[in-house]
């Protein structure tokens, strides 16, 4: 003991303790109600004691996070809204800590569901895990054992592979808007529009004029009619 207290290693721990009975008979339900109680840790954190008396369980069946919630969640992480998702996040676990306490093992269910998710959306997203993160993240969330520490990690891999999406997405609008120009340019002197744009790079005349303005700051009829007149300004001083 004298050498663990030297050393510089950080201790915590963490007991569980069940309530009161008179009869040695009822030492397994107290040896239960103190494993239960520990298991609280999640919420009380490490380094405590933690009464069975004191737990206030919420015994209904009902999921600490609602369908519509958690999709809005992963919703704002698909579409690459960093800031969103980490508001959602926290959203979340601000719910958990409330009062009206979900067993532990409820709000496993929980974070299991969150990480495949994640998993599923890098995947579908065509990002590498690598470019998120080199751990196992299945294995690194059963090591963690309190909300404090699930939230800033699980955060963290949310709005990283968010941030990671919108880059992504934006590399591709910036090639799809340098493509529309170089049609642009090559047929100044034809008969184009919008809609010709539109067929020959396969998106929607709404996505085509968006991400052209987007990228270059001028609506697609301003670039092209500004080109034009620079094309007829050199021909009106070369030619007859």
């Known amino acids: 003991l004298q050498e663990l207290a030297n050393a ?6 963490t007991i569980g303790i069940g309530q009161v009975y008179h009869d040695l008979k009822d030492l397994p339900t107290t040896c239960k109600e103190a494993q239960r109680a520990l298991a ?12 069975y008396s004191d737990i206030s369980e919420n015994a209904s069946g009902h999921s600490p996070v609602s ?6 969640l992963l919703n704002s992480t698909r579409s690459g809204d960093e ?10 676990f601000r719910s958990f800590g409330d009062e009206q306490k979900y067993p ?12 495949s998710s994640l998993k599923e959306i890098i995947q579908s997203s065509g990002i590498s895990m690598e470019a998120i993160t080199a751990e196992d993240i299945e294995k690194r969330l059963l090591q963690k054992r309190t909300l404090s520490d699930i939230e800033p990690w699980l955060t963290d891999l949310y709005c990283r592979t968010a941030a990671a999406i919108r880059a992504a997405r934006s590399d591709h609008v910036q090639v799809n808007a340098e493509k529309i120009k170089q049609y642009i340019d090559a047929n100044l002197t034809k008969d184009i529009s919008l809609t010709s744009i539109s067929e020959f790079v396969g998106y929607s005349s709404t996505y ?17 009619n500004s080109e034009r007149v620079a094309i007829a300004k050199e021909l009106l001083a070369a030619t007859n």
């Open 8 to 13: 510089s290693w950080a201790i915590s721990l």
């Open 40 to 51: 609280y840790k999640l919420y009380q954190g490490t380094g405590c004691l933690i009464q």
């Open 67 to 72: 369908h519509e919630k958690l999709q809005q």
């Open 83 to 92: 800031k969103n998702t980490r508001q959602q996040l926290q959203s979340l």
């Open 104 to 115: 532990p093992e409820k709000l496993q269910e929980v974070f299991n569901s969150l990480v």
């Open 208 to 224: 085509v004029s968006r991400i052209f303005r987007q990228q270059y700051g001028v609506s697609f009829l301003d670039y092209l």
